[in-house]
């Protein structure tokens, strides 16, 4: 069946640089409205969704800041949908309200952690103190058994502490790792130069950490990641998921189309190269996200020659790794 991303609101206690959501707040404010929804709101949309969707992820924002938090989840999980929450992990560093929260439902967390230690993390989240709370809500929940994926979103502060940060993760026991580039929007766009690196700049620390989640035999995926730069790794790459997925919808607070359909959505929001038209792996690869196209131009983006590559399944086949001599051998020229 199909999944729902509803936003719960924006208010949140960390304040990251690549934040996506400002432009929503701004949109909010300016029409005099709260930031974050009300529980009846937020009643009424899981029902909506209800008949679409059996999986819910709920978002915002910062989810576990909300006062109604423990009775939303229950109603979630009462009206059959399976959970997956993103959060900056840092209320469980409270053992009660991880417990409160646990014993609700279960539901598959999705912890983010920027950096390998706090003078990198703090940085991203532009609030003191936030590395240790979230490393030791981490904790809480390995020791409740709880589903977990680590998140990291990347930025020109921490892609070179990349390969530290899913060590750390590794660490602290996480069993898959997801790590996405920057889209441009809200915070990240205002503050471009800070945020948003070239591919070029992070690839090769992406490669690193990918050979230690190997060595460590945990998942990981890596969002707006495109073939030309990912030989070698391409199994890694989050849309194949994303493709095989049914129907996704996002409900987006504060938008002019709340109720969105993201499976088209995304790749209406992400841009190709009119070289890509003799790449092998055109029919699938989704490119970048138009921002960084528009701002960075398609230089870096090296089509691959060799039997073209249809459907995202073939990746996932074990002879796709037996016949990649067929790919170019200068597929990428990282300067
Ligand atoms: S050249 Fe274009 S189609 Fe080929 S992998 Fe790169 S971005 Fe995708």
Do not use: M
């Given at each position: 069946m199909a999944r729902a991303d509803i936003k719960l609101g924006y208010s949140c206690n960390d304040a990251c640089i690549h934040c996506v959501v400002d432009d929503f707040r701004d949109a909010l404010r300016e029409q005099g409205l709260h930031q974050d929804k009300t529980?009846?709101?937020f009643k009424e949309e899981m029902r909506e969704s209800r008949k679409r969707a059996d999986l819910l992820v709920l978002t915002g924002g910062e989810p576990t800041i909300r006062r109604d938090i423990v009775e939303l989840v229950s109603y979630a999980s009462s009206i059959g949908y399976r959970l997956q929450m993103q959060?900056?992990?840092?209320?469980?560093?409270?053992?009660?309200?991880?417990?409160?929260?646990?014993?609700?439902?279960?539901?598959?967390?999705?912890?983010?952690l920027h950096g390998p230690t706090a003078s990198v993390h703090d940085a991203v989240t532009r609030r003191a103190g936030a590395y240790d709370e979230t490393?030791?809500?981490?904790?809480?929940?390995?020791?409740r058994r709880q589903q977990l994926t680590g998140k990291i979103v990347l930025s020109r502060l921490n892609f070179e502490h990349l390969p530290?940060?899913?060590?750390?993760?590794?660490?602290?026991?996480?069993?898959?790792?997801?790590?996405a580039f920057p889209h441009?929007?809200?915070?990240?766009?205002?503050?471009?130069?800070?945020v948003v690196p070239r591919?070029?700049?992070?690839?090769p620390f992406l490669h690193r950490a990918l050979d230690r989640v190997r060595r460590a035999g945990i998942g990981a995926d890596a969002e707006t990641f495109v073939y030309c730069h990912m030989e070698g790794y391409e199994q890694f790459i989050s849309e194949i998921r994303q493709q095989l997925e049914d129907y996704v919808e996002l409900r987006q607070y504060g938008s002019p189309h709340e109720l969105i359909d993201w499976t088209s959505e995304r790749l209406a929001i992400k841009r190709k190269f009119p070289q890509c038209n003799g790449c092998r792996f055109d029919a699938i690869c989704?490119?970048?996200?138009t921002e960084y196209a528009e701002h960075y131009g398609g230089e870096e983006f090296k089509p691959l020659f060799g039997a073209p590559v249809r459907h995202v399944r073939n990746i996932l086949d074990?002879?796709?790794?037996r016949h990649r001599s067929d790919l170019s051998p200068v597929a990428l020229t990282l300067p």
């Open positions: 529980t009846e709101q959060s900056n992990g840092r209320r469980f560093a409270d053992p009660t309200f991880a417990d409160a929260l646990c014993q609700a439902s279960p539901v598959h967390y999705c912890i983010a490393v030791a809500g981490i904790k809480n929940l390995v020791e530290e940060t899913v060590d750390r993760f590794i660490a602290l026991r996480v069993p898959h790792i997801s790590i441009a929007l809200g915070t990240a766009r205002k503050l471009w130069d800070d591919y070029r700049e992070v690839i989704e490119g970048p996200w074990s002879s796709f790794r």
